[in-house]
């Protein structure tokens, strides 16, 4: 079986052998190739310009000129078979750096674009969890206060969003609560800022430190914000420094 495939691949290389001598070659082909069989041959003296230079002395290889300095093989023929006009080929070698050129630089800002969008996920990803700490923070914050407010039997809050929503309402209820938030533009960090100091200062409470105190006797440090305390957040450090006075 190998055998065959080989007679086969052999026959097979023939066949093209043949077919390529068989070949009728182009005027091009023709003229290249008498052009190379003549530049390789030496020239003889039946030249006129190698006959002068031997009657001046010349020799076959002997470099030109009066202390043997100069050249030893003729000067290579620069042959242009195109048909295109003079300065075409540096024209397009000029074009295809400028194309490879503007490519590279379509690929560094599609890398810029894309180290930009990359960053851009990082901040929104980051300020995203910030919120939603700072959200988890206020709910704590108003389940704190609402029942810190009915021990001491208040029964409506200071500011509706000082308590914790319910989660079934009526519709009334909901149309009134709806006016309510568009009259209040308070973020979520202002809020949590002053359900703080509503918490610290009326009930002596520290949702950090999950402790009321007795009193005025407020610690002169809370060590739990102290731990959380976020230098790219907006609440946690007036808090801090609220809690120090």
Not at 118 to 133: H, L, M, Y
Request: charged letters at 40%; one cysteine or more.
């Amino acid at each position: 079986m190998v055998r065959r495939v080989k007679d086969a691949i052999l026959k097979e290389e023939k066949q093209k052998e043949a077919n390529e001598k068989n070949r009728q070659k182009s005027i091009k082909e023709e003229e290249k190739e008498r052009r190379d069989l003549v530049l390789k041959s030496a020239l003889g003296s039946e030249n006129k310009g190698f006959a002068l230079l031997q009657k001046m002395g010349y020799k076959s290889g002997q470099a030109l000129g009066k202390s043997g300095e100069g050249i030893v093989e003729p000067i290579p023929l620069n042959i242009k078979t195109g048909r295109s006009g003079i300065g075409h080929e540096e024209l397009k070698k000029r074009k295809a750096e400028e194309k490879l050129e503007n490519y590279r630089q379509k690929l560094h800002m599609k890398k810029q674009a894309n180290e930009q969008a990359a960053d851009q996920f990082r901040i929104r990803f980051k300020n995203k969890q910030e919120e939603r700490k700072m959200e988890g923070d206020l709910r704590k914050s108003q389940r704190a206060c609402q029942q810190l407010d009915m021990q001491k039997d208040i029964d409506v809050p200071k500011e509706t969003w000082y308590w914790l929503e319910p989660e079934e309402e009526d519709k009334n209820d909901e149309e009134d609560k709806e006016d309510e938030c568009t009259s209040s533009d308070l973020s979520v960090s202002e809020k949590l800022h002053i359900l703080t100091a509503y918490l610290r200062e009326h009930h002596f409470y520290c949702i950090w430190c999950g402790t009321t105190y007795e009193g005025e006797s407020k610690p002169v440090v809370c060590f739990t914000l102290l731990m959380q305390l976020d230098s790219n957040s907006k609440i946690y450090p007036s808090c801090f420094s609220y809690w120090m006075l």
